[in-house]
């Protein structure tokens, strides 16, 4: 493992810092080609990337508070990452070997290191979609490419020209969004649907990720990963909106997810040539999560339709809360910790689906 510091506006430092022993007992770890190094990394997008920045921001859409990071930590350590313990951000930074934990960009506590080695700029309950981020005021793409901008401003404070310019150019981006904005504002409000079909309203979606991608990379970003959708339609609380008596998974939330996907991976073809100077991965997690529901057992977990928290069916955030009668005892048998987001384990599990096989299109 490598911790990556920068010592001075001229000195460029890394110090190969092997806490490889800390990060292995969790995170399987694939090498980077060519002993490439990964200065730090950079996330963007919704609940399922932010590590606490809603704990800053006057919304409801938050989760610092039990029982959320049950198991963080030494347990019970709510951060205001939407799970029982380490999230995606999290998972990814181990991956690129940068570090354990991706700190919120509006935790006022951040250090110099902390900064300089990444951070996540997501915001729990947002989207593509302007109209997502309004209804559950927090902060839109644009939003966070506002904050990723003040923050370029800060380390060039702190690092000067030069190695701002490495920073940013070898670094890790992720984008990791748009659930909300097929569950929420599309599925569940009348608004949208009134505009839109699905169809107009996932070109929509992709207009809005091919204008973020740009901007993105006229600030410097060169190695971007971009999730697509998961299987939305089966994730618990979609079963129990819309999947009728028997809690099926929804099938035009699903439907709606895999043509999103197909018109994003397409799109990310196109910018990709736009781009020669830069390295656009499309990280498909639809299929990696599918399997998972269809074949619990085969990734050693024994529940799928339900959420760990209460009776698994509803409850996500605020609904999931100190007051929620009880949760599960053991989160390693249940894919979902709420009613929308992932255990620790599962999320674990996906991130190196995802990633393992991708990793070296970021170089
Ligand atoms: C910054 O980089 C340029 C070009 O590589 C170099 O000429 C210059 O000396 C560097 N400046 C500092 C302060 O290191
Ligand atoms: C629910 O599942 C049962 C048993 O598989 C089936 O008999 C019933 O028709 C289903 N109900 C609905 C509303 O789909
Ligand atoms: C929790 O479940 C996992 C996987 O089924 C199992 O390996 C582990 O021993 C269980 N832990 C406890 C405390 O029961």
């Not at 003040?150 to 490495?166: A, L, Q, R």
């Not at 996932?202 to 990720?209: K, L, Q, R, Y």
């Not at 697509?228 to 609380?237: H, I, Y």
Request: glycine content about 6%; overall charge positive; proline content about 5%.
């Amino acid at each position: 493992m490598f911790f990556f510091e920068v010592l001075s506006s001229q000195l460029f430092l890394v110090i190969l810092w092997s806490f490889s022993t800390i990060i292995t007992s969790l995170v399987s770890v694939v090498s980077l080609p060519n002993n490439e190094s990964v200065p730090a990394l950079f996330v963007f997008g919704d609940s399922i990337v932010d590590t606490g920045n809603n704990n800053y921001i006057n919304t409801i859409a938050k989760c610092n508070f039990r029982p959320y990071g049950k198991d963080f930590g030494a347990g019970n350590q709510p951060t205001g990452r939407f799970s029982n313990g380490l999230t995606p951000s999290d998972f990814i930074a181990a991956k690129f070997e940068i570090k354990k934990l991706l700190p919120p960009y509006l935790d006022p506590t951040l250090q110099r290191k902390g900064l300089l080695t990444g951070v996540s700029f997501a915001s729990g309950a947002s989207g593509y979609d302007p109209q997502t981020n309004k209804i559950a005021s927090v902060l839109s793409l644009s939003d966070q490419l506002d904050k990723f901008r003040e923050y370029k401003t800060k380390i060039h404070d702190m690092v000067g020209e030069n190695t701002t310019t490495t920073i940013i150019s070898k670094s890790v981006y992720i984008l990791c969004t748009g659930n909300n904005d097929i569950t929420n504002t599309f599925f569940t409000l009348p608004f949208r649907r009134l505009k839109y079909s699905i169809s107009t309203y996932t070109d929509f979606m992709v207009s809005e990720a091919k204008k973020f991608l740009q901007d993105l990379h006229g600030l410097g970003a060169r190695r971007i990963g971009i999730l697509g959708l998961p299987k939305l339609g089966c994730v618990p609380s979609q079963r129990t909106l819309r999947g009728g008596f028997n809690r099926t998974c929804s099938e035009p939330e699903n439907q709606a997810a895999m043509l999103f996907n197909k018109k994003l991976s397409s799109q990310i073809d196109i910018l990709g040539k736009d781009f020669p100077d830069a390295r656009l991965v499309y990280l498909d997690i639809y299929n990696p999560l599918s399997d998972m529901i269809q074949n619990p057992t085969k990734y050693g977990f024994e529940v799928a339709n339900k959420g760990c928290c209460g009776t698994g069916n509803l409850e996500a955030s605020v609904l999931c809360n100190p007051l929620t009668l009880e949760i599960c005892s053991n989160r390693s048998n249940y894919i979902f910790f709420d009613s929308f987001h992932p255990t620790e384990k599962a999320y674990n599990i996906l991130c190196s689906e995802v990633l393992d096989k991708n990793i070296n299109k970021f170089f």
